[in-house]
């Protein structure tokens, strides 16, 4: 709409944008000084010596001849300074001059290549690399695919890769989570042989199957907590810091705000609302020059298209009005007392109510907030599809009923794990909701929960003691796989190796 209107604006001579304010005259300028008054100046300043050459005459400095003078020098000095380091005296900067750009994580990486790299093809292979990095930081194209594309040996390729995947942020260049974690793991000294074992059998430690996961790879269950916990100090996401992605900021279209009398004030937000005026008086000067047919026929269009203009923007923003006063009128409940209090609501039902069509309410609604006392919300969060109640009351919203699963999961132990026949049979038991196992586990997975089966073996791994001495197995594969004097002479390794005494 705001680029439609900016549009209008170009094209419609008789359109102009209401600013709300006058245009201020601009203020007279300093009248200029008289020439008299110069001269004398100059003439008075060349007669007089300066304290820099008086002081060079006695061979001494300024401030041992005129104590006074070097330090009003320097407070004149530092009047004169502004925030650049300069002495112009001009306006203050703007703030946002000082903002610090965000980085980007190409040049970031750039900067360090040429200091590792030596010659030009193994420069060029690295920027071809740092080009080829999705927005995680993970390799995102094939070395065979690079070397045939830059038509270089493959090996080259791969050795230069192998010398850039040390580079800051640690885990860029990595072509998979195995392999972002097992660099950072090898940074740190842990990636012993159980920890290689435990990156390679990712699958079943996503999938929480901790039973096939010992087994595989030969730990207990204090292991894999132990190991767990490093891999949690990691960053799976290495290039996050580096997100140059745009932040767009939502603004609300209409704010929501309780009156001290108890009752709900809505108003709109004008700096969204796009204001034109129909300049009539121009229109009526330019009229009575026109010459021809073709001009006359010009102006009465602009005339007809501003007019429509401005009524179409006059019934949009009361159009919103409406549609947002009965959306605070039904769900009234709900901004007293949070969401457990939200109501079913339709576009037919907020339609019929301000006898609209129910194709306007959804135009209206789309992509506008609302700036409530819970916080700012779209229009659109207010329309949830009703549940029927097993006692024949009043219908529950879906989104009070997600709510409501997620507080029975959120309060689960490890011994109490909810399955989702059972939050079926509590939420008709308890609420009188009349949902099916279907419906709940539909909710479930659209809040990314996972099953009461992966929650279960979730508790057990997280149910451990925060302190625990390694492991006499996991010391004993290190100890098989390194020879003596490569041990990590850290914490790890003195406990182990008391362990095996």
């Known amino acids: 709409m705001s680029q439609f209107v900016d549009a209008e604006l170009l094209r419609n001579p008789l359109l102009e944008r209401e600013d709300g304010a006058a245009d201020e005259a601009p203020a007279p300028p300093d009248p200029a000084p008289e020439p008299a008054i110069i001269e004398d100046s100059v003439t008075h300043a060349e007669r007089i010596q300066s304290a820099d050459s008086i002081a060079d005459g006695y061979d001494t400095s300024v401030e041992n001849v005129f104590p006074d003078q070097a330090s009003a020098d320097r407070l004149n000095l530092s009047s004169r300074i502004d925030v650049h380091g300069t002495g112009d005296g001009g306006e203050a900067p703007d703030i946002d001059q000082f903002v610090a750009a965000r980085p980007r994580l190409a040049d970031h990486l750039e900067a360090q290549t040429n200091l590792i790299l030596r010659t030009q093809a193994d420069r060029l292979i690295a920027g071809y690399l740092i080009d080829s990095l999705n927005e995680a930081g993970y390799l995102s194209v094939d070395p065979a695919n690079i070397a045939e594309q830059l038509g270089a040996e493959l090996a080259d390729v791969e050795a230069v890769l192998e010398a850039v995947q040390g580079c800051d942020p640690l885990g860029v260049f990595a072509r998979n989570l195995r392999e972002c974690l097992a660099m950072q793991l090898a940074e740190r000294d842990r990636l012993d042989p159980m920890m290689a074992a435990l990156l390679d059998n990712l699958e079943l430690l996503a999938s929480h199957d901790m039973v096939a996961l010992s087994r595989a790879i030969g730990a207990d269950r204090e292991d894999i907590a132990d190991m767990l916990a490093e891999l949690r100090q990691l960053d799976p996401r290495p290039a996050r810091a580096f997100d140059s992605g745009p932040v767009e900021a939502v603004v609300p279209d209409v704010f929501v705000r309780q009156s001290p009398a108890g009752d ?238």
Request: a positive charge; charged letters at 25%.
């Open 264 to 501: 709900w004030q809505i108003e709109l937000n004008s700096d969204v609302l796009p204001r034109v005026l129909v300049n009539r008086v121009y229109y009526a000067s330019v009229s009575k020059k026109a010459r021809n047919s073709a001009e006359k026929n010009f102006l009465t269009d602009c005339l007809q298209t501003a007019n429509w203009l401005t009524k179409s923007l006059d019934q949009r923003a009361q159009t919103m009005l409406k549609v947002a006063a009965e959306i605070v009128r039904q769900q009234d409940g709900f901004l007293l007392h949070g969401i457990a209090h939200l109501r079913p609501m339709t576009l037919k039902m907020v339609a019929e109510a301000i006898e609209m069509h129910e194709s306007t309410v959804s135009r209206v609604t789309a992509n506008k907030y609302l700036s409530t006392p819970l916080g700012l919300l779209e229009m659109k969060y207010f329309f949830t599809t009703a549940i029927a109640a097993s006692d024949g009351g009043d219908q529950h919203s879906a989104e009070a009923v997600r709510h409501r699963i997620r507080q029975l999961i959120d309060g689960e132990t490890v011994k109490s794990v909810l399955s989702d026949d059972t939050i079926a049979d509590m939420l008709k038991r308890e609420q009188g909701i009349d949902v099916a196992r279907r419906t709940v586990a539909k909710y479930r997975e659209g809040m990314n929960i996972p099953s009461s089966v992966i929650r279960r073996r979730q508790k057990k791994v997280s149910n451990k003691p925060p302190e625990r001495q390694v492991s006499v197995a996991r010391f004993r594969m290190t100890a098989a796989f390194l020879p003596m004097g490569q041990l990590d002479p850290g914490p790890m390794a003195r406990r182990g190796q008391s362990a095996l005494r």
